[in-house]
């Protein structure tokens, strides 16, 4: 240690830029974080702490009361239930239509692949709004306008492609070989597939599901377009947005928070894997 | 917008991929079929219903459109938003895959809650940030604990705070999107590279600029593509923020189809956006193209 001879201004310099990146890293993280905690704090306190004006930062006045009145009001409840309707719903419809397409992708060559992929990129790219208008007149003629179907349907149609892609992704990273296996050890095609492939696959699909469940729960412009008194949860409290106290809007944002937290928190190893995966 | 079998290659292949073909078109089939009825249909609908009334074709709601005194507000706040928060969206989310890149301790929990606005919508964001920006909310409070007077973030003749307070809630929710992509990017560049150029001395900003970007154009180019097309449809956040103050033109169509109760010109403003993702989208194509693209994958 008393070595005074070797330069240590390297060392220093490297364990500065040390401390550096964790300070750097601790900041965004607050800046992340902070906001999800101010507006638990303000779903979780009493409506007369709310009133108050310099508002307490700290936790001082815990109560459940206006996460109570959000819930006890008219619709959300029903809504709450729309929404996870429609998000199972939407996953189940995705996953039966795109695991079969995502496994052909990866796995088969055919004709038409080519445009076929062009078509999914410029599906993922269609904007909501573009869908929603003329699918609320499609539906009213059909309908189903206004039911949890009709959201159902236009949330399948934009998860869809995404769907496939990641699929797609999750079977290429199957190896062929197990599969011809299989088939070698006497299995049919389809025998194969569920009883080799999907499971080795069924942690990547279930990410993947998982996000279209994301996908569905968060979706605001398309369900309140479709809907009139079935409106899944965001739906809801984009229409009474305008004529709610701010108490209300706050048990909204934080009602809207929470899932998403335990959904990432759920599927945090997939994350880069099936964006790096779906992009290329 | 469906799609066809090009038939020169199916004579071409080989015997074991022309048995595969029926089984194939049966797996993708109905994936084809469902968003033939529902994205192809819908879009020409649409097509329809912003240019066609009982006599034929019209321009009458084009015009109503445009003569509407939100509208080139909002196109102009909608242009505005994606110019400055793109390049700030980007340059956090690259900087921030580096800090990871770089191992810090935690480096998986500093992930994970980075990652966290990915699955929020929109109205989350703008409801999140209500509570801080609104006259009472918390940022006014923690000034006014500080001795400062606050300031009427979302008022209406604050045009500019409501646009700062919009960009930073945006910022914070949709900023990690690109980062989960850069950093998939990151990890399918080895290390190796940039630890050649740094042996030869390159510096950290030259690597940057010579080395590490260039390898990640590839995903760059779907997160911007993605990215824009996403901050096209922004509203809900200025709607929780700032109700109609601050007019974007997704919050227009909105606004034209439940407020105003007129489908066709809400169709012309949804073909809007529409025509500007599409231009965007095949103008990041041609600015990013690689040297060497073969297809799409």
Known sequence: MSQATVDTAPLKRQKRNRVLLQLTCIAVSLFMLIPIYLISLAALSSRESLNAFPLSLLPTSFSFETLNAFLGSTGVFGALGNSLIVGVGTLLLSALIGVPAGYALARFAFPGKEPYQLFLLFARALPIVVLSVPLARLFLTVDIYDTTYAVILLHTALALPTTILISASVFLGVPHDVEEAARVFGCSPFGAFMRVVMPMALPGIAAASIFTFVMSWNEVLGASILTLDHRTLPAQVLTSLADSPLAYRFAGGFALVIPSIIFIAFMRRYLTNMWGSTIR | ?297
């Open chain 2, 1 to 297: 917008m469906t799609v066809q079998a090009p038939p020169a290659p199916a004579k071409a292949a080989t015997p074991v991929r022309r048995r595969s073909v029926p089984a194939a078109v049966w797996l993708i089939g109905p994936s084809v079929v469902f968003m033939t009825l529902l994205l192809g249909w819908p879009v020409i609908e649409g097509v329809m219903q912003a240019f066609r009334n009982e006599q034929g074709f019209t321009l009458e709601f084009v015009t109503r459109m445009v003569q509407d005194p939100y509208f080139w507000p909002a196109v102009r706040n909608t242009l505005l938003l994606i110019a400055v928060m793109i390049p700030i969206q980007f340059a956090f989310a690259i900087g921030m895959a580096l800090l990871l890149r770089a191992n810090p301790r935690l480096n998986k929990v500093h992930f994970f809650i980075w990652a966290i606005p990915l699955a929020l919508s929109d109205l989350a964001a703008g409801l999140v940030w209500l509570s801080i920006f609104n006259d009472r909310g918390y940022l006014n409070s923690a000034l006014a604990w500080l001795g400062i007077e606050g300031v009427s973030w979302l008022a209406y003749d604050n045009q500019t705070t409501m646009f700062i307070c919009v960009l930073i809630a945006e910022l914070w929710r949709a900023t990690s999107l690109v980062l989960v992509i850069v950093v998939a990017g990151l990890q399918g560049i080895p290390k190796d590279y940039d630890e050649a150029a740094q042996v030869f001395g390159a510096s950290f900003w030259q690597r940057l600029r010579h080395v590490t970007l260039p390898l990640l154009k590839p995903s760059l180019q779907v997160a911007l593509i993605l990215r824009t097309i996403l901050a096209f449809q922004t509203f809900a956040v200025a709607q929780a923020l700032t109700g109609q103050n601050f007019p974007l033109v997704v919050g227009e169509t909105y606004r034209w189809y439940t407020g105003l109760q007129n489908p066709n010109v809400a169709a012309a403003l949804a073909l809007v956006i529409l025509a500007v993702s599409m231009l965007t989208s095949i103008f990041y194509l041609r600015a990013l193209r690689e040297k060497t693209q073969g297809g799409t994958r």
